[in-house]
């Protein structure tokens, strides 16, 4: 029975993945906690439906303060149990017509906050949590974008602070893999495709029920052979699709 923590669940990505977990049978999925900086109709829907098996906590991940309330909080509530997984998935995509000399440094540096510097503050402030835990998994939310090798395929999308942020996560993700792997821990990067979110827009690849169906079962499915690793979903008759994006399963190079 895992306990499941989503940051940036009031939407998007984060929401349907929480939506999902919610589904499975108790035995295997126990409790879902997400966090939401703002309203969310949707988010609360879900709780008042979920009896009980999903938690929603404020928490504004760029704010230390409130990193460190929420865990505290969520010590409380949970009564000297573990969280098993934790999915970094707060992000942002700005897009900047003019490509990367363009760039206005403030927005990279926010930009940076918000996609790397708030994922390693959940993640230091989960870690006593995730310690107590069985599962002792944390999945970043990534992409191919921020693929060092893949940066020819993606010049068509103009956000480089998003490229360049999100290689930055990966960096990461293979910093703690090497920090946390002694102790039994299974750090990886995932990406969820390109998903028709009010993020990814309508002309994105997948609806959002897909990929996330295949990006739960990729972060399940993760075993301590996969630390330090980076991973694509897995979605049949994409496998040799046309075009820049594929979704075989495979990993995806750094």
């Known amino acids: 029975m895992s306990t499941i923590l989503i940051t940036g669940g009031g939407r998007g ?25 703002g309203p969310s109709k949707l988010l609360d829907g879900l709780v008042a439906a979920s009896a009980g098996r999903v938690l929603r906590f404020h928490c504004e991940a760029t704010d230390e303060q409130s990193v460190q309330a929420f865990a505290a909080e969520l010590d409380t509530k949970l009564g000297g ?34 996609n790397v510097v708030s994922a390693h503050r959940m993640t230091v402030a989960m870690i006593p949590l995730l310690q107590k835990g069985s599962g002792k998994k944390i999945a970043n939310v990534s992409t191919p974008l921020g693929s060092i090798e893949y940066a020819s395929r993606y010049t068509w999308l103009s956000t480089p602070a998003y490229k360049v942020t999100k290689a930055a996560m990966n960096m990461m993700t293979a910093q703690y893999a090497l920090d946390l792997g002694k102790q039994g821990f299974t750090v990886v990067a995932v990406s969820p495709g390109w998903l028709q979110t009010d993020m990814g827009s309508k002309d994105a690849d997948l609806d959002v029920d897909t990929g996330v ?42």
């Open 81 to 114: 149990k573990g969280v098993d997984i934790l999915v970094n998935n707060i992000g942002v995509m700005p897009i900047t017509e003019g490509g990367m000399h363009a760039l206005d440094a403030a927005e990279l540096l926010s930009t940076f906050d918000i």
């Open 13 to 37: 990505i984060g929401y349907e993945l929480a939506k999902q977990l919610v589904r499975l049978p108790a035995s295997e999925v126990a409790l879902v906690l997400v966090t939401a900086r």
């Open 213 to 254: 169906s295949a990006l739960r079962n990729l972060i399940l499915s993760t075993k301590e052979d996969a630390n330090g690793k980076f991973f694509n979903i897995h979605v049949p008759g994409w496998e040799n699709a046309k075009g820049p994006n594929q979704y075989d399963g495979a990993e995806i190079p750094w």
